[in-house]
């Protein structure tokens, strides 16, 4: 099936100063086909949200391009291709109490989307920003409120309807629930799973808790130091995980379930994720596999295909 989002050899630097920049985002290359949920996880400070943005195009590239139904996407937009891929392609931030404005209500928050980029009377923005508060469930009377009188859970189902009621075709989904409770996360990624099969919407779900996002996701992404190490289907990957890294990111991962939380091995990864700004040569998990071996320092593996174009790995265990 071809991709609805693609990204091809994506890469974001930061420049910080003294010729030295940060590698955020290292030659990602990841399509996302219609009505698919691609979860990407890996530890804070891999460039899950990084790559997200410059999906986007809320970052600049600085190298490689991103296609939307084929086409590619310019370094630059002009404002009449800016108003029309606003409408097509939203994100909903990880943070549910800063990403909403104080001094706006709910109903101002959610309709804001529309009254910039359509041109809909304010009688007809009215009628669905009613409708979009009923479909995450809240009511009317919320509408007329301001984000500091909802909890975390709540301002999310707004962030979500804020988004959605454009009728994004593709979504990127910024840790949606990491900020939230834990008793309120099932509930918001739930609530995100039924809007995409009734909306049959396309999704980047990022996150560092795979378990939770497997239960949502057709395949997974697993991103380390800005670069991807493996991509397959989300129980493979959960399940049979091939990269040293994904073994250890599913092993240290709690089980929501008590029964199999008991039966899994927990391991946890050891020593921080380095810098990226100083990335080390060869692999960049190198340093902290245990299953390391001396061409690993030397030669940085390529993500390949494992059994077939699917299911792909990069690491010299498999080359
Ligand atoms: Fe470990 Fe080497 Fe594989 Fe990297 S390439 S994950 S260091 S075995």
Not at 157 to 164: E, P, S, T, V, W
Not at 237 to 254: D, Q, R
């Amino acid at each position: 099936m071809s991709a609805l989002v693609e990204a091809v050899g994506l890469t974001r630097y930061f420049e910080i100063g003294r010729g030295q920049r940060v590698h955020a985002v290292e030659d990602v290359s990841l399509a996302v086909a219609p009505r698919e949920i691609v979860g990407l996880v890996g530890e804070s400070g891999s460039g899950k949200s990084t790559f997200g943005k410059t999906l986007l195009g809320l970052y600049r590239k600085t190298a490689g391009t991103v296609r939307y139904r084929g086409e590619s996407l310019p370094d630059r937009y002009a404002p009449a291709d800016f108003r029309r891929l606003a409408k097509k392609m939203q994100m909903i931030f990880q943070d549910p109490y800063s990403s909403l404005n104080p001094r706006m209500t709910v109903a101002e928050i959610i309709g804001e989307g529309l009254r910039l980029h359509t041109d809909l009377p304010k009688t007809e923005i009215n009628r669905r920003v009613a409708a979009w508060l009923d479909q995450v469930g809240l009511t009317g009377d919320h509408g007329s409120r301001y984000p500091h009188e909802f909890s975390g859970g709540q301002r999310q189902r707004i962030g979500i309807a804020r988004a959605m009621i454009l009728e994004p075709e593709f979504v990127v989904c910024d840790e949606p629930v990491s900020a939230l409770d834990v008793s309120v996360q099932a509930q918001v990624v739930n609530l995100l799973g039924e809007l995409k099969e009734s909306l049959g919407l396309t999704l980047l779900f990022i996150a560092h808790d795979l378990s939770m996002v497997r239960h949502v996701s057709d395949r997974m992404a697993v991103m380390y130091l800005g670069s991807l190490v493996e991509v397959g289907a989300a129980d493979e990957i959960y399940f049979e995980p091939k990269h040293p890294y994904t073994e250890l990111l599913v092993g240290s991962n709690p089980e929501p379930d008590p029964e199999t939380e008991r039966n899994r091995d927990s391991t946890a990864i050891r020593g921080e994720i380095p810098s990226p700004v100083n990335v080390p040569p060869g692999c960049r998990f190198a340093g902290r596999c245990p299953k390391v071996m001396d061409v690993c320092h030397e030669v940085t593996p390529e993500l390949i295909p494992l059994r077939d174009a699917e299911r792909q790995v990069a690491c010299h265990l498999y080359t």
